[in-house]
T-cell receptor, first 116, second 112 residues
Framework: ETGVTQSPTHLIKTRGQQVTLRCSSQSGHNTVSWYQQALGQGPQFIFQYYREEENGRGNFPPRFSGLQFPNYSSELNVNALELDDSALYLC???????????????FGAGTRLSVL | GQQLNQSPQSMFIQEGEDVSMNCTSSSIFNTWLWYKQEPGEGPVLLIALYKAGELTSNGRLTAQFGITRKDSFLNISASIPSDVGIYFCAGEKVGGSYIPTFGRGTSLIVHP
């Protein structure tokens, strides 16, 4: 139990739709990172939010966007869904921004998104 | 997206055996991390390595940061059934944005 909760746990959408995934960070953590994990692959870094500002972004198109709220919870929004967006989306919170090796990330169990 | 080269892809071993897996990259990293992911869960950090040549243990787990800074390995001694899971390496570069790169994972199955 990491104290990081994600909702929903599973979601089915159709191509072209929009989706919002939610993450509540561990108490005392001000940083949230989002990852996409396709089946049989390692997590791919989408972006990180530190104190409500984007603090690093991976190689994902602009239709992947995020938000962090004053209580440090976060949302991941994906517009114009494509079949390849089907994956497990992981959220991780950490005490501070920057290097994950210095600020240990605690992962949630993820949201499984299926795009049909 | 870029992923680190992790091998082997899967391992089927008997309880009590030692396990070794490694991770290589074409890029230099300043930090190497090893995670374990169990079904239905997110990854959990096992070991973090900060300096080239560093050897760090966590119980039965030992990991090393390669001296070229382009590789790392993880050893598990005297495996037990609860070691089952997928093990991921991750590397991190310093400078600019902090973007960690993960390997594709090594799936470990331990037979009692």
């Amino acid at each position: 139990e990491t104290g990081v909760t994600q909702s929903p746990t599973h979601l089915i959408k159709t191509r072209g739709q929009q989706v919002t995934l939610r993450c509540s960070s561990q108490s005392g953590h001000n940083t949230v990172s989002w990852y996409q994990q396709a089946l049989g692959q390692g997590p791919q870094f989408i972006f990180q939010y530190y104190r409500e500002e984007e603090n690093g972004r991976g190689n994902f198109p602009p239709r992947f966007s995020g938000l962090q709220f004053p209580n440090y919870s976060s949302e991941l929004n994906v517009n114009a869904l494509e079949l390849d967006d089907s994956a497990l989306y992981l959220c991780a919170s950490s005490p501070d921004g920057g290097l994950i090796a210095k600020n240990i990330q605690y992962f949630g169990a993820g949201t499984r998104l299926s795009v049909l | 997206g870029q992923q680190l080269n992790q091998s082997p892809q899967s391992m089927f071993i008997q309880e009590g055996e030692d396990v070794s897996m490694n991770c290589t990259s074409s890029s230099i990293f300043n930090t190497w991390l090893w995670y374990k992911q169990e079904p239905g869960e997110g990854p959990v950090l096992l070991i973090a390595l900060y300096k080239a040549g560093e050897l760090t243990s966590n119980g039965r787990l030992t990991a090393q940061f390669g001296i070229t800074r382009k590789d790392s390995f993880l050893n598990i001694s005297a495996s037990i059934p609860s070691d089952v899971g997928i093990y991921f390496c991750a590397g991190e570069k310093v400078g600019g944005s902090y973007i960690p790169t993960f390997g594709r994972g090594t799936s470990l199955i331990v037979h009692p």
